[in-house]
């Protein structure tokens, strides 16, 4: 197994097959802070058992990057949900390393990464809260399709190699490792603002029409911002709604 070159703040967890790297970091940050300190990073080349959001499967075929990073932050426990933001970050800047210019990267919300408008990368996020309101651990998630993605999901998907973009899983490892590392070390110096606006200015769709599929129903409305709880804001003919968790659509999907 390859051994990626990581920035030294991180304990990297190289593993074969596991049934999801976010089970195997939820393992580990249980056992406390010294088996698992803040940046203890899983990595497996392939998952039998991959989880998306909302109860999905991710299907996790070797080829593609699978990892789960295991935090720490001193912050109350509403703020977890940050931290995707701050992982999305992370994962578009280290696409625009890997990449050529020319390629179309967005956000879509909440946590997703587009490449030429198709899903290449999720995250899943995880917490474990202190019982005072801190944060015991959270799980930071991220499936990257670097050489395959389904060719059945909800959302139109791709991969890099799909987009003649060849790298390696340890290279797209690396690059968002890096690349996290900075944006984690912003939120920690400047908080949600910078993360937030900067998410706003690669996101698809501002100001657009979208559909969101909710648990029991589907709404539509303009996309008009995410707020400073990472909720997204829609407007209904003049009615703002706030909604906290749900899967977007553009109108062409
Ligand atoms: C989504 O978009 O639904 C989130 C997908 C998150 C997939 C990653 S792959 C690594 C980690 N382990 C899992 O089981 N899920 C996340």
């Known amino acids: 197994m390859l051994t990626p070159r990581?920035?030294?703040?991180?304990?990297?967890?190289?593993?074969?097959?596991?049934?999801?790297t976010n089970d195997e970091a939820r393992k580990l940050a249980a056992q406390g802070e010294?088996?698992?300190?803040?940046?203890?990073?899983?990595?497996?080349?392939?998952?039998?058992a991959g989880r998306g959001r909302r109860g999905r499967q991710w299907t996790s075929p070797k080829g593609n990057l699978y990892t789960s990073l295991i935090l720490r932050p001193e912050v109350p426990a509403r703020e977890a949900a940050q931290l995707s933001f701050v992982a999305a970050l992370g994962l578009y800047d280290s696409l625009g390393t890997l990449s050529d210019p020319g390629h179309q990267i967005h956000m879509k919300w909440p946590n997703d990464i587009l490449l030429q408008e198709k899903k290449v990368a999720g995250i899943l996020l995880e917490s474990e809260s202190?019982?005072?309101?801190?944060?015991?651990?959270?799980?930071?998630?991220?499936?990257?399709?670097?050489?395959?993605?389904?060719?059945?999901?909800?959302?139109?998907?791709?991969?890099?190699?799909a987009e003649n973009w060849p790298t390696t899983v340890d290279q797209a490892l690396e690059a968002y490792a890096r690349s996290f590392l900075g944006w984690a070390n912003r939120w920690v110096e400047e908080g949600f603002q910078p993360v937030r606006k900067t998410?706003?200015?690669?996101?698809?769709?501002?100001?657009?029409?979208?559909e969101v599929r909710l648990e029991t129903e589907t709404i539509t409305g303009i996309f008009k911002d995410m707020d400073e709880d990472g909720a997204l804001v829609l407007d209904q003919d003049g009615t703002e709604r706030r909604i906290a968790?749900?899967?977007?659509?553009?109108?062409?999907?």
């Open 199 to 210: 998410w706003l200015q690669r996101c698809m769709g501002l100001g657009e029409p979208l």
């Open 34 to 48: 010294e088996a698992a300190p803040d940046g203890t990073i899983v990595w497996a080349l392939e998952q039998t």
């Open 245 to 253: 968790a749900g899967d977007v659509y553009f109108p062409a999907n």
């Open 6 to 20: 990581l920035p030294s703040v991180y304990n990297l967890v190289s593993l074969e097959t596991v049934t999801s």
């Open 130 to 161: 202190s019982g005072d309101g801190g944060l015991d651990w959270v799980i930071v998630g991220v499936g990257l399709n670097v050489a395959s993605y389904p060719e059945d999901a909800a959302y139109p998907a791709t991969s890099l190699r």
